[in-house]
């Protein structure tokens, strides 16, 4: 199947996450923004309908469906609620597949399962407050203990902080081996030692509850630590590749929703005694809008066409996240534009739209990431 073609099973997937985004998200989105509460019963729903655990194998509770139907999801709900979409695709993008593809059997039953099902939810901590690009620089230590590893140090960012039943870690174990001493665990919630800190009060995706937390002698048991003793780094850069779709896929969405908004709008708004979408300005802003989408959307759907192949999508994946997160950034600045004053207030979306868009550039992988990838797999 090319990737400019959809099965009808695509469509329908696409259709239903359409269909909850209108129904189940639109509705107070504006207020749970500015009120920066988080999205409980929408998650729960959205969990129950299996959007949480998409590409999971229906062995471990999930929807068994292909990458191409969560990017298609992930951008339906992202242009109603961009802070609902990295919850979503933290669940279904980090955690699942991270435990899907490198958990044991044990750990996939007990973890994995209710997490696809939607029961709970997930959280991916390797930022720290001295390693957010640089990934190598984990402070967070785990040390070997015999049965179980000592957990010490902070994390910062993460999304999913509060609401989250489970956490993936990233922590050293072994400084003397740099990056080849990380490890990766599942810790729970209720682990004593483990503090939730702060609330961040971010500019964007208000809704998302981001926390730093914080690990103070905590007693992870050896069976949580995920693959071979030194595999976390390679576990977390492998699990990012897939994450970097998802979050294409949410900068999409934002991008279309900010597009249709604009399109309406210019339907409605008259001035100079036409329509602005009579006026040739407004027209030409559109078709680039336009154009740059349906750009950024075929390389997202590329990227989700060679993970299902099963052909490495590292670069494509790369070049989608980019392209899709400064797209993101400059539809939603021109659909501010084409709102006028109206766009700058917040009883219209357009100006949560444009908020929301600038963490797509930063968040697993800023702009500059991206173009180091890039660049590494142009030069192999």
């Known amino acids: 199947m090319s990737y400019f073609e959809l099965s009808e099973e695509h469509y329908s997937v696409q259709v239903a996450a359409r269909e909850f985004a209108q129904k189940e998200l639109l509705p107070g989105v504006i207020e749970r923004d500015n009120s920066q509460n988080f999205p409980t019963e929408q998650i729960k729903k959205l969990g129950s309908l299996g959007f949480l655990g998409m590409m999971v194998s229906p062995r471990y509770g999930g929807s068994g469906l292909d990458t191409i139907s969560y990017v298609l999801a992930m951008e339906e709900i992202s242009k109603i609620e961009a802070a609902v979409g990295v919850v979503m695709s933290v669940n279904n993008s980090l955690v699942c597949w991270g435990l899907e593809q490198f958990g044991d059997e044990a750990q996939k039953e007990k973890y994995l399962i209710p997490l696809a099902q939607g029961t709970c939810i997930g959280a991916f901590c390797l930022s720290e407050p001295e390693a957010g690009s640089d990934a190598t620089a984990q402070k967070t230590t785990a040390i070997d203990c015999g049965d179980y590893y000592l957990l010490n140090g902070t994390k910062n960012w993460i999304s999913n902080g509060h609401s989250a039943t489970y956490y993936l870690v990233m922590a050293q174990s072994d400084s003397s081996k740099g990056h080849k001493g990380i490890n990766a665990f599942i810790v729970e919630k209720n682990m004593p030692g483990f503090v939730i800190g702060k609330k961040e009060d971010k500019m964007g995706i208000r809704s998302s ?143 949560r739209m444009m908020r929301d868009a600038k963490i797509t550039q930063i968040y697993e992988g800023t702009s500059e990431i991206q173009k180091m990838i890039i660049a590494r797999q142009l030069l192999k």
């Open 209 to 351: 509850d981001t926390h730093s937390l914080m690990f103070q002698d905590v007693k992870v048991p050896k069976s949580n630590r995920i693959g071979a003793e030194g595999f976390g780094f390679t576990f977390a850069m492998q699990t990012l590749n897939g994450g970097r779709l998802g979050i294409a896929a949410q900068a999409l969405g934002i991008a279309s929703g900010a597009l249709e908004y604009s399109l309406n709008y210019a339907k409605e708004r008259k001035a100079f005694g036409k329509t602005l979408q009579e006026h040739q300005s407004i027209q030409f802003k559109l078709a680039e809008m336009a154009t740059k989408i349906e750009a950024a959307r075929l390389l997202t759907l590329k990227a989700a066409q060679l993970k299902d192949t099963h052909k490495d999508y590292t670069q494509a994946s790369a070049m989608a996240k980019l392209f899709a997160s400064e797209i993101a950034m400059e539809v939603t600045i021109e659909a501010v534009q084409i709102h006028g004053g109206y766009g700058y207030v917040k009883d219209y979306h357009v100006e």
